[in-house]
């Protein structure tokens, strides 16, 4: 790709040259590493990521609804290409999904998605309330009386990946072995893995992915209830849409869908309202504020900070062509602060009347069918930590560590503390 051909028509302009979202600055605001960008030079070709980077809402917006000028296809691809042990790696657990919802295109996708998303709909999820609630009270319990936890380990990372299972239909059982295979697979497709590691994460998705397979058959075997099990009845009753490779890669990319988006989404959600006391004493003391505040957190904070596409024709846009077949990094995270759409997007407002203005969750065809869930397991957490802690407080000077992620974006650890005397609610 030719350099020259990015925003500002300079061959090595500071903002393209300048472009490292593995780096610290950028994983520590991305918004604010972009602001620039998007006043002065909204889309640029990264030559480090060979990638057109598009970063002002209203193109976000466009590009996500274009499914005619966009292709979805590369959007699980890893950003840093595997080497060939990893590659090898892979091979040996028979590691060949095809695409699922989120990278399939039209229109297929649609035929599809119209099946497969009826048991994620509000209306079905809103079902789950009472068990969501009682799995995080299961884990509160566990360090309410301790007077620290990190958030991450305590709470975050488990809750949503037991959620994820329980919606695909994993019966319970099984859900107790599963959990334990949780990868970090955003690592896997927007991380810059060492090749060492590479291989240490393709082990991982490697058993996650014979796992996948014994979990569809056992439920093909004794039937289930959930998104999984629907999929197998679609299956049954059209074997092409739906067949037996997608039914596994559902089953596995279905958590990951499910897992780290989420617990990241609710970890940066945390970190910053506890930073900003009064908004968490707003929240402590009206928890009907708290739907209002889990929008503005995505926005503020997104956990996806980037998605990407695939340019199928030459696209015109602020000026600059970007040309059939390449790849575009639409940074989300830039969007949602965007000064033309939302007003001091800098700060962190929990009545912004706009906040669900936000593209968290994507735009369009592959808008994403998990946010009702991800918006009730969210709400849920902060209900329940405002009810019981709500004199938690950050512990000073902590060091919340970086994922190192062109995408996934939340901190490593949350540690927190509270006079466990002072607890409103007994465990
Ligand atoms: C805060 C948590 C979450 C975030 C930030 C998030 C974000 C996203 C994004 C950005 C997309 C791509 C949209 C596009 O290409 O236009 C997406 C798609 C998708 N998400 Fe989520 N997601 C979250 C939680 C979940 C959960 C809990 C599930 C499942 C239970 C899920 C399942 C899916 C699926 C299946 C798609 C593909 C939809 C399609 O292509 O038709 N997500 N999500």
């Given at each position: 790709m030719d350099p020259s051909r990015s925003g500002a028509g300079c061959p090595a302009s500071r903002i393209a040259a300048e472009f490292d979202p593995f780096g610290d600055a950028y994983q520590e605001d991305p918004a604010a590493l972009l602001a620039a960008a998007r006043a002065e030079e909204p889309v640029f070709y990264s030559p480090e990521l060979d990638h057109w980077v598009v970063t002002r809402y209203r193109d976000v917006k466009e590009f996500f609804r274009d499914t005619k000028r966009f292709s979805a296809s590369n959007a699980l691809e890893p950003i840093t290409p595997l080497g060939e042990k990893a590659r090898a790696r892979l091979a040996e657990y028979d590691f060949a999904p095809g695409p699922v919802l989120v990278n399939e295109d039209e229109p297929v996708h649609m035929r599809r998605r119209k099946r497969l998303a009826p048991p994620l709909a509000a209306e079905e999820v809103a079902k789950l309330e009472g068990r969501i609630r009682d799995l995080v009270s299961s884990y509160v319990d566990a360090f309410v009386a301790r007077g620290t936890a990190d958030l991450i380990d305590d709470l975050l990372w488990e809750v949503p990946a037991i959620v994820g299972l329980l919606v695909c239909g994993v019966p319970d059982e099984d859900i107790d072995r599963a959990r334990h295979y949780t990868i970090k697979m955003g690592m896997f497709t927007w991380g810059k893995p060492t090749e060492e590691h590479q291989v240490e994460i393709a082990d991982q998705v490697g058993q996650w992915w014979r796992l996948s397979g014994q979990l569809v058959d056992r439920l093909k075997r004794e039937g289930g209830q959930g998104w999984v099990p629907t999929a197998i009845d679609v299956h049954r009753d059209d074997p092409e849409l739906v067949d037996d490779n997608h039914l596994q890669n559902m089953m596995m990319s279905g958590l990951v869908a499910a897992h780290e988006t989420t617990t990241n989404a609710t970890a940066n959600a945390l970190r910053f309202l506890l930073s900003q006391r009064d908004s968490w004493e707003e929240l402590c003391a009206d928890p009907a504020l708290i739907p209002n505040a889990v929008e503005e957190c995505l926005r503020f904070?997104?956990?996806?900070q980037c998605w990407r596409r695939k340019a199928l024709v030459d696209v015109e846009v602020e000026g600059v062509t970007i040309p059939a077949g390449s790849r575009v990094l639409l940074v989300i995270g830039s969007g949602n602060h965007d000064e033309t759409v939302f007003d001091n997007p800098q700060e962190l407002d929990i009545h912004r009347p706009n906040a669900k203005r936000h593209l968290a969750f994507g735009m369009g065809a592959h808008a994403c069918i998990g946010a009702p869930l991800a918006r009730l397991e969210m709400r849920i957490i902060l209900e329940e930590l405002t009810r019981r802690l709500p004199h938690m407080r950050l512990v000073d000077g902590q060091d919340f560590g970086y994922l190192h992620n062109a995408s996934f974006h939340g901190p490593r650890h949350l540690r927190v503390e509270w006079e466990p005397a002072d607890n409103p609610v007994d465990a």
């Open positions: 904070r997104a956990s996806v």
